[in-house]
Every structure is written in structure tokens, then in C-alpha cells.
């Protein structure tokens, strides 16, 4: 899949660039270039990339504004890379329309990972699949059955519900605004404790250890995202 893949880097520091570019060709992804983010959007324009990693710090427009810009148009998947770490930040990312949000420094193992999830979500985002499974843990949409080793599990329907907002899509984050204005709808968006209660009661009904999680890692003030098999 990698080898007809082209990514988009959009980051003023060269030395960032070129890191990315020879770890990403090294996966057999084709690898676009920006500098600023007018350059950015002309090359998301004319190469239609199937991913982009955009950095919020750039020296002509800030990198929220290319977001939007990019989400009236785009719909390719987008990691914001950036050294700025704040919950705020984070959630403004997110919220409008990036895919995942990366602080620098980081790993590059861990970079290359989420690009695969994202790139294998956005190429089967229209086949949703009837089941998912993520180690001992199945995830059947069909039957709305879970079981975790084989064993049944007995969940709410709302706790049904945000474990599978969360399966849909393996590895990518999703806001708690998200889930509350999925599940709960758009006039509960404040009422973040309602996430919270019901993470807790299938980290319960999952034997799952926050300290250590097997299937649900939580982004402090952000949101959670279900572990990749």
C-alpha cells in the first residue's frame, strides 16, 4: 500500500523535513515538500496527497489557518506535528479536522505507525468492517456482541457506543467533543464527566489497567484512542 502513497510535509525546519522524507521514502512512501503554508496548500492542491503532516509553526500563516484551509477542500487524513504541547492546542487541532497531533520531539517508530494506521483507515473508511478485533477483545458490529478471550461481555448502550466510535477507527485519537457530540449530541458537549464515567466502567468490564492499558489509551484533556492490534 505504502508504494502508491504520496505524503506531504509542510514545516519550515529543514532538518525536519529531511528526516521525515528519507524515514517515509525508506517505507516506499513518495514524499512532497513545503517550506510555508502557501506553498503547502499549492502542493496539496496539485499532488493530492494521500496524507499530510502539517506544522502548526510556520513563517507565512499559522498552521491552524492551514487546516481550516485544507478541510474546506481536502479530505485526506492530517497530523499536526508541533512543538506546541498544551491541551488547548490540541483540542483546536482536532477539533478542526486534523486526524492525530504529534508533539515534537518524538519517535520515529511511533510516527510511522500512526501514518500507517491513518493512510489503511482513509483507503478502507467506506468498507467498515463487520468486526474488529484488537488482541483478546472482539468487537462484533453486526450482533453489537463483545468478547473479550472468547467470554461474553456486557456493556450499556452507551458504553456499547463509544467502544465502538473508538474500534471504528484503531489508533486514531478522538476528542472527548467528539464522542459526547456523536453520542450524547451537540448540547452535551460540556459534559465531559460523562465520557469519563463510562471509560471507567469498560476499563472495568475489559480488566483493563489505565496505568498499563491493553485496549484504551487516554490523551490527558484530550481524548482516547483504542490501541492498534
Same mark, same amino acid.
Not at 42 to 69: F, T, W, Y
Not at 92 to 97: E, K, P, S, T, V
Not at 179 to 198: A, F, M, N, Q
Not at 215 to 224: A, H, N
Given at each position: 500500500?505504502?508504494?502508491?502513497?504520496?505524503? $506531504?510535509?509542510?514545516?519550515?525546519?529543514?532538518?525536519?523535513?529531511?528526516?521525515?522524507?528519507?524515514? $517515509?521514502?525508506?517505507?516506499?512512501?513518495?514524499?512532497?515538500?513545503?517550506?510555508?503554508?502557501?506553498?503547502?496548500?499549492?502542493?496539496?492542491?496539485?499532488?493530492?496527497?494521500? $496524507?499530510?503532516?502539517?506544522?502548526?509553526?510556520?513563517?507565512?500563516?499559522?498552521?491552524?489557518?492551514?487546516?481550516?484551509?485544507?478541510?474546506?477542500?481536502?479530505?485526506?487524513?492530517?497530523?499536526?506535528?508541533?512543538?506546541?504541547?498544551?491541551? #488547548?492546542?490540541?483540542?483546536?487541532?482536532?477539533?478542526?479536522?486534523?486526524?492525530?497531533?504529534?508533539?515534537?520531539?518524538?519517535?520515529?517508530?511511533?510516527? $510511522?505507525?500512526?501514518?500507517?494506521?491513518?493512510?489503511?483507515?482513509?483507503?478502507?473508511?467506506?468498507?467498515?468492517? #463487520?468486526?474488529?478485533?484488537?488482541?483478546?477483545?472482539?468487537?462484533?458490529?453486526?450482533?453489537?456482541?463483545?468478547?473479550?478471550?472468547? #467470554?461474553?461481555?456486557?456493556?450499556?448502550?452507551?458504553?456499547?457506543?463509544?467502544?465502538?466510535?473508538?474500534?471504528?477507527?484503531?489508533?486514531?485519537?478522538?476528542?472527548?467533543?467528539?464522542?459526547?457530540?456523536?453520542?450524547?449530541?451537540?448540547?452535551?458537549?460540556?459534559?465531559?464527566?460523562?465520557?469519563?464515567?463510562?471509560?471507567?466502567?469498560?476499563?472495568?468490564?475489559?480488566?483493563?489497567?489505565?496505568? #498499563?492499558?491493553?485496549?484504551?489509551?487516554?490523551?490527558?484533556?484530550?481524548?482516547?484512542?483504542?490501541?492498534?492490534?
Amino acid at each position: 500500500m505504502s508504494q502508491h502513497s504520496t505524503l $506531504l510535509i509542510i514545516d519550515d525546519e529543514p532538518q525536519i523535513r529531511k528526516f521525515l522524507r528519507i524515514s $517515509l521514502a525508506s517505507q516506499g512512501y513518495r514524499v512532497l515538500e513545503a517550506a510555508t503554508g502557501g506553498e503547502g496548500l499549492s502542493q496539496a492542491a496539485l499532488g493530492r496527497p494521500d $496524507l499530510i503532516v502539517l506544522d502548526l509553526g510556520l513563517p507565512d500563516m499559522d498552521g491552524q489557518r492551514v487546516l481550516k484551509e485544507l478541510r474546506v477542500w481536502s479530505e485526506a487524513p492530517i497530523i499536526v506535528l508541533s512543538v506546541r504541547a498544551s491541551e #488547548a492546542q490540541k483540542v483546536q487541532a482536532l477539533d478542526g479536522g486534523a486526524n492525530d497531533y504529534v508533539t515534537k520531539p518524538f519517535g520515529i517508530q511511533e510516527f $510511522l505507525a500512526r501514518v500507517r494506521a491513518l493512510i489503511r483507515q482513509n483507503v478502507t473508511a467506506d468498507t467498515p468492517e #463487520a468486526a474488529v478485533c484488537i488482541g483478546s477483545l472482539r468487537i462484533d458490529r453486526a450482533s453489537r456482541q463483545i468478547t473479550l478471550d472468547g #467470554a461474553p461481555v456486557e456493556l450499556t448502550r452507551k458504553e456499547y457506543a463509544v467502544l465502538w466510535q473508538l474500534a471504528r477507527f484503531p489508533g486514531r485519537l478522538i476528542t472527548q467533543q467528539q464522542l459526547l457530540t456523536d453520542i450524547w449530541g451537540p448540547t452535551h458537549v460540556e459534559k465531559s464527566h460523562y465520557v469519563r464515567i463510562v471509560i471507567g466502567h469498560l476499563r472495568a468490564k475489559l480488566n483493563d489497567d489505565p496505568a #498499563a492499558p491493553r485496549f484504551i489509551i487516554t490523551e490527558p484533556g484530550v481524548g482516547y484512542r483504542l490501541r492498534e492490534q
